[in-house]
């Protein structure tokens, strides 16, 4: 038996990748009948005589939008235009990455094509939450020496709108792959959709990147509306100073979160966002009890 890790899974064959070489296997019936789906960044023992995954390693973490397993960082790609940010998807993001326990980085690419406005709308949302941010260009292949520090000796897994350029950065750190990329459609700017697999490269100068598909909806149903708060970081400063105990940051009184965002130190617009999220995930509880 070998071990190596799943960089692809396509049509219940998954690709793996032992030393040098990808493995394309089947996973054993077993792993079917105990409802355990192998996921991209799995850690397995195969047979190489029967081509197959007779067993995975126990999971560090596993993110289930995009689905990817044993990740260390995620990078959340965001564009300041083509196509405008969905913040409210990249909160998500964030907040299924802190319950799991992985890493943040915001990625802003494109910003060739944009102006101070666009960045800094970006930069203010996301300042208080000290997540290293880091600005992009794929056209003029800036900004990609920070983001290398971030890579080495980690999984970084890429996380975003369609469109916004994850497999475009992917090309830029590791050209010889050759990825395929595509064009935004119609006037508003949308992403194809052109990435359809999530992938798992690793980089000939160091660590392992996760190219995923885009997508727009996410749901959160995991989640407890108690444990969100926490989930903030950039609420962390302020959440123990509210005067009642379980404060949810709502409508309660004497909350200084509220007080916080009043002030200019947590970003409104992410603070409302917050209240939408918590309001899903009550509504969710009530429907289901
Ligand atoms: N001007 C400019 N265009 C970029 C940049 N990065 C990517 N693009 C373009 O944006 C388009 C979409 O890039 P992709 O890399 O396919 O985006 P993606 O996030 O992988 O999209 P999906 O696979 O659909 O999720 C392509 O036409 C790229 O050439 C950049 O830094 N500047
Ligand atoms: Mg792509
Ligand atoms: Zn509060």
């Not at 897994?157 to 395929?180: D, F, H, M, R």
Request: aromatic share 6%; glycine share 8%; hydrophobic share 35%.
């Amino acid at each position: 038996m070998k071990q190596g890790i799943i960089t692809k899974g396509v049509g219940g064959f998954y690709d793996v990748i032992v030393g040098q070489d990808i493995i394309r296997c089947r996973a054993r019936g077993i792993f079917r009948k105990d409802n355990i789906v192998p996921m991209v960044g799995d850690k397995v023992k195969i047979s190489l005589k029967d081509k197959a995954i007779m067993e995975i390693l126990p999971r560090r973490n596993q993110l289930l939008r995009p689905t990817v397993a044993n990740i260390d960082v995620l990078g959340v790609v965001l564009t300041p235009t083509h196509p405008a940010p969905d913040f409210y998807l990249a909160d998500k993001l964030m907040i299924n990455a802190e319950n799991d326990g992985i890493k943040v980085i915001l990625l802003i690419n494109k910003i060739d094509l944009t102006d101070d406005n666009g960045l800094n709308s970006i930069l203010n949302t996301y300042k208080s939450t000290n997540y290293p941010i880091i600005q992009l260009s794929c056209k003029k292949k800036s900004g990609f020496e920070r983001l290398h520090e971030h890579i080495k000796n980690n999984v970084v897994t890429l996380a975003g709108q369609s469109g916004v350029g994850k497999t475009s950065i992917i090309n830029v750190l590791y050209p010889e792959k050759e990825l395929e990329t595509g064009q935004l459609s119609d006037k508003i700017s949308r992403g194809r959709h052109t990435t359809r697999h999530t992938r798992l490269l690793v980089l000939p100068q160091g660590g392992m990147l996760v190219d995923t598909p885009g997508f727009s909806t996410m749901n959160m149903s995991e989640l407890m509306p108690e444990d969100l708060p926490y989930l903030y970081p950039d609420f962390s400063d302020h959440i123990y100073g509210c005067r009642f105990n379980g404060c949810m940051h709502d409508k309660e009184p004497g909350c200084m979160v509220k007080e916080a965002v009043s002030s200019g130190f947590i970003s409104q617009e992410r603070y409302k966002r917050y209240i939408r999220i918590l309001n899903e995930l009550k509504e969710f509880r009530r429907n289901i009890w």
